[in-house]
Each structure stands twice: as structure tokens, then as C-alpha cells.
């Protein structure tokens, strides 16, 4: 099944919070819905989920009108959404029956999460007394328990650690492999990178951005020479009129072509001894910079 959006609108007073939005998510896809806050991205989700009507346009699953009576949906909210009073079980099988399945059912799926996901020791303590990134863990089960048709993860690494950070990565991997449909929203380029197949990039309401990640790259017209040297650059740089970015022991200078950076690498190694030196394409994270800054 698809998600599809055609044409969508809402405003909140005179402000017009998402401008005929259209976008897709086929089955099996993972697709990022990025953008600075503000940017329209939660309103649509909301649309999605249903907590918010648009005023103009559809959103369909399958060509039909979206329906949560008739999608199973697994949604990880940015804000934490748990009762700090229950433990961790009693909330899950609790969310678990929201969602249509058995107590007995809901115990035991919630189960394999919680030992999957390493917090079976906390099962006992009411989850307000647990840290950000362990209450991010039970929400993020109780997201998937219900073996939902579509995701959508809204900062899903939010509060968590490198290592637990892993171990959700290696979740959306499975989640991936599974063909299940997602629907990522992230300010962590690296994973929008890692695990999305196409991306929609969200400014005032539009996508100014949208397609897959390969070719919004090649599209963005600009690759990266990257040079480490055992001296300073600046002086030789400033000479061959290139702009440049210094990042740390690393010189960044931006080109339009593949010609233009092997000329200005073999310049340079004739000026001055080069430990590293390569050309790069330029991360996501760099062109969500140009392209939803002000």
C-alpha cells in the first residue's frame, strides 16, 4: 500500500502552516520529511495521524482515503507522551489494547521488546523515574508492538546515547528489511542519509527539495575538495582565489566540477606537502543548510 498526499493545505489563523503539499511513500519505502522547526513538518504529521483536518487536498493509503480504523500506524512522537506514575509494562499493554490487541498479546510482544531493547531491569519502576533515553525506548515499543503498516519516527534518536542510538539504528534496519513503511523525520542528517530512500525537504510550509538522495546531490551542483596538510593553507589557498571552509586540521573548498577540484588537488600538492586530500560529494546535512536556511 501507498501513502499518498495530493495538494494539501491548513492554515492556523491568518498563517499558512502547510502550501499544497504533495508527496509519497510507497510500501516498503523510508522517506524523510526533514526541515527546520517551523517548517510545517509536525502539522502533516498530524494530518496523517488525524489529529489535525486539512482544509483542501487528500491523504489516501492505497488510493483510498486514510482511515485509522483501517491502517495499522506506529507513531514516535518528538514530545514524550507516557504516564510518569505507570511502570513500563503496565503502560505497554495498556497502549497495546488501544490499538486492538489482547492483554495476553500485548504482554508478550511487549516483552520481546523490552529484552530486546536491554531495559527488562527497569520493568518494575514507574517510567517518570526512568532516563530520557529509556522512556524514549518505551515509546518507541509501544509504537511497534502492534506490528503497524506504517511509521512514522519524529526524532527517534532524541535523548539517546551512542550506544542506544546503535541499537535504534539496527531497529530501523530490521524495520527496513521488514519492507515496512516509513516516514523519518530527523535533524540527524548521517541517519536520514543512512536509512531513507527518497527525502522531502520542508520551508515555510513547502518542499523546496524533494527526490531521491543521490540525485538531489548531483543536482545540487557542487562537490568538496578536501585537503589535511602538515602546515597551514590559508596563504596558498588565498593565492589560488578558491573560497574555503577551515574545519578543525581540515581545509574545505567547494567546486563545480570534477575537473576544477583535480586541477586545484595537483596545484596544491606542487605548493605544499598534503597528508589527506580527496573529493567528496556533499552531505545531506550541507545542502539542508543552504536549502532551508533563511
Known sequence: ??????????????YHAVKNLSLSVSQGEAVGLLGRNGAGKTTTIRMILGLLQQESGSIEWGGKSFSRKEVKLGYL???RGLYPKMNMMDQLVYFGQLEGMSKRAAKQEAMKWIERLEISQY?????GDLSKGNQQKIQLIAAL???PDLIILDEPFSGLDPVNAQMLEQVIESLIQEKKTLIFSSHRMESVESFC????????GEVVLSGSISDIKTQ????????ESTQPLEEYLMGLQTEFIKKGKEYQLQVKTMDQGLYLIEK??????IRKIGIADPSLNQIFIEKAGD
Open 197 to 204: 530512500d527518497r527525502v522531502y525537504l520542508m520551508k515555510q
Open 268 to 273: 596544491i600538492k606542487s605548493l605544499v606537502p
Open 220 to 227: 545540487y551542483g557542487f562537490k568538496y575538495v578536501n585537503i
Open 77 to 79: 512522537p518528538e514530545e
Open 145 to 147: 508492538m502492534h506490528d
Open 123 to 127: 520493568i518494575k519502576k514507574d517510567t
Open 1 to 14: 500500500m501507498n501513502l499518498t498526499i495530493n495538494d494539501v493545505n491548513k492554515h492556523f489563523g491568518p
